[in-house]
């Protein structure tokens, strides 16, 4: 008889990955597929529900798998990661039990969350989301706040790469004056994405807008703070699509309360998912929406498919897009 295999799918929230992945193409090799559609509680809850498997697909952080939870899986074998990177799962404790890592590099396009920033800028600048809440409501303009329009205005972009620079083309487009700042930015770095190189000082004393376009790293962990946030205008808005931690949430939290900036836009948290006890969502003047920068059907199916081939690979015993080969090399 074939040896079969148990799969699991994390966190299928939107309950689509059966409609955009191919998975008779696993089923008919004998691995059996199980879709978890909601976030485990602790690492307790997530090592009790995936001990009887043998492969686990991580889709990007949704579930962190710290080296507390890799140990409690006694009959992992393999692992996916969508994506490229998950600074939420410790490779290095796969690794020593000798558990391979596969992704899915690639993915095409960043235009899905570039065009979700811009879309979230413009949210705030004209309050959208409250406004289409008090249509609900059977209100009209009593309570809108912002009436911001973006012309003219200064767009502070901080993390000037292939993404940065999308969206500061976005903000050109809306004639917007546009300036950047990274720690490794030059002029002709910022000149080429159409931007020009400021002081991170600079910039977020005289932007409107501020967007963090950055990878999460030990190096941009926190980098907004208290006192970066008390140098931005009370009028200017602040928008995260890149990383929750990037700025200090706390911090934001002050700041928003105090009234030291008008309004942030986020789409990326300290903890995900955000509960509705959350600090966050007592306060009016910032929208919030539930990390959907990658959220697409064009990126999912990638990430299926790039699981499915990844599994494939495996199974065959030659896998492919090993973010950690030397695990090959253990027992």
Known sequence: MPQTYKLALLDDYQKVSQRLGDWDRLRK???EITVFHEPFTSVEDAAAKLAPFDMVQLLRERTAFPRALIEKLPNLKFM??????????DDKAATERGIPISNTPGGGSNAPTAELSWALLMMCARDLAKAETLMRAGKWHDGIQ??????????????????????????????????????????????????RLVSKDELLATSDFVTIHLVLSQRTRGLLGAADLAKMKKTAMLINTSRGPIVDEAALIAALKAG??????????????????????????????????????????????????????WLDGKPINLINPEALTRK
């Open 29 to 31: 090799r004998g691995v």
């Open 80 to 89: 996916v990661l969508t994506g490229a990177r998950a600074s939420s799962l």
């Open 146 to 195: 912002n009436m911001v329009v973006l012309e003219g205005k200064r767009l502070g972009v901080i993390g000037l790469g292939r993404l940065g620079s999308r969206v500061a083309g976005y903000g050109k487009a809306f004639g917007m004056d546009i300036v950047a700042w990274s720690q490794n930015l030059t002029a002709e770095k910022a000149a080429a994405g159409g931007a």
């Open 260 to 313: 030291t900036i008008a309004h942030a836009g986020l789409d990326v948290y300290d903890h995900e998912p955000v509960g509705a006890d959350h600090p966050l969502s007592k306060l009016d003047n910032v929208t919030l929406i539930p990390h959907l920068g990658y959220v697409v059907e064009e990126s999912y199916r990638h990430f299926y498919a790039g699981t499915i081939e990844d599994i494939e690979a």
